[in-house]
C-alpha cells in the first residue's frame, strides 16, 4: 500500500472524506492522442510486458487528467497467457484466444502454478507507486472468473455466450473446477499487485449481466466470493465491477466486495439503495455522455453527486470504460468538475 490515508482509499472503506474521489476506467486508451503516439512505437501486450512502459502510460494519463487515483495500465486477458492459452489481439475484432477452452481435457491442462511469469505487472505497479510516492493511489485489477471463462471458453468476444453457458448447465462440477483454478491465478496474482504497492484491487466482471439471477447465484457467487475474501486478506480493500447488473445488485453484494461499481442503466442512489449502505459505490456516468454538450455532462455528474448525497463510500467513474474518439478535454473537465462540486457541497 503507498496511500493508504488517500481520500480514494479512505472513501473505499466508507470513511469521510472531504470531496468525491474520481478516477475513470481505461483512463489511458486510445482517446488520449499520448497513448497512441506509445502505440504507435509498440503493440498492447508490449507496452503491458515492459514495466517501465507500462508505468509511464499509468503515469502520464492519471497527471494529464488530475485524477484521484491510477490504474494500472495492463490487460484482462493477462493471465490467460501463463496458463497455457495464448491470445493475440486482432484489428477489427478484439481478442482471440487460439485454442478456447471446451472440454474437461482442457481444463484439466490449465496451469495455475506460472502466476509469477506475471511479474512484469507487478514490476509496473511498484514503479507507478515509487513515482507518486503517497500523493496518488495505485489501483491494480484483475478479471472475475466468470468474464475470464468467457473469454477462454468463447474464443474471444461473445453476443449470447452460448459455449459458456452451455459449460455450465452440462458440467456443473467441471464448471466449478475452471472457476477455482481461476481464482488461485487471479488471487496469487493481485496479491503480488498488493505486495508491489498497488492500494486497492478492481475485479472487472464486464460480462457477468448475461446471467440471470439464478444461475449468478449458483455459479458465480461462491466463487467471486472466495476471490474477495482472499484479496482482503492482502488488507487492500476491493472494488467490484460488472455491467448490466441492475437485478445481479443484492447478490453481489453477498461477496463482501467494499465498492461495488455500477454501470449507467440504473441511477446512482437507485442502486445504492438496491445494495444497501453497507458497502461503497462506483459510478456511474454513460460514457457516450462524454460525446454530449458540456452543460448535459455537467447535469448530469451533478445528478449523480446529488444521488451520492455525500454519503461516504462514493467514488465517482463512468459507468463503463472511456471510449476510443471520446474528447479529451471533456474528461479533464469532468474531474475538474467532480473534485471542485463535491468540494463546495460538503458542509
Ligand atoms: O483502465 C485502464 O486505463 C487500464 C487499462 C486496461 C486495459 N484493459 C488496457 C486496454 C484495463 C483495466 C483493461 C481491462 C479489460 N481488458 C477488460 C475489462 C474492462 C472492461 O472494459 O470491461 C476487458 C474485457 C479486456 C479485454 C480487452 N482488451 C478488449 C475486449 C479490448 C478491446 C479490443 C479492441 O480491439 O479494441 C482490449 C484492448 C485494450 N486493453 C485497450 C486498452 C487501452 C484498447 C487500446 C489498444 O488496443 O491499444
New binding site residues.
Partial sequence: MSAPESIFVRACRRLPVERTPVW???????YMPE?RAV?KQYS?LE??KQPSVAADV?IT?AEILGIDAA???????LPLEVMGLPFH???????VIERPVRSADDITKLRTDRTADLGYVSEAVALVSRHFAGRVPVIG?C?APF?LAS?MIEGG?SRNYVHTKKMMFHSPALWDEFMRKLVTVTADYSAEQVRAGADVI?I?D??VGCLGVEEYRRFVLPHVTSLVKALQRTGAPVIY?G?DSATLLPSMRETGADVIGLDWRIPLDEGWSRLGHQCGVQGNLDPVLLFAPWKEIEARARLILQQAAGRPGHIFNLG???L?ETPVEHVKDLARFVQQHSASARP
Fill in positions: 475513470f476506467m481505461r483512463q489511458a486508451g486510445r497513448y502505440r498492447l507496452i503491458c499509468t494519463a490504474i494500472i495500465f495492463a490487460d484482462l486477458l489481439f486482432s484489428p477489427g475484432e478484439g481478442p485489477f478479471g468474464t473469454y468476444s478492481q472487472f464486464s460480462w465491477f455491467t463503463h470504460g472511456i476510443p
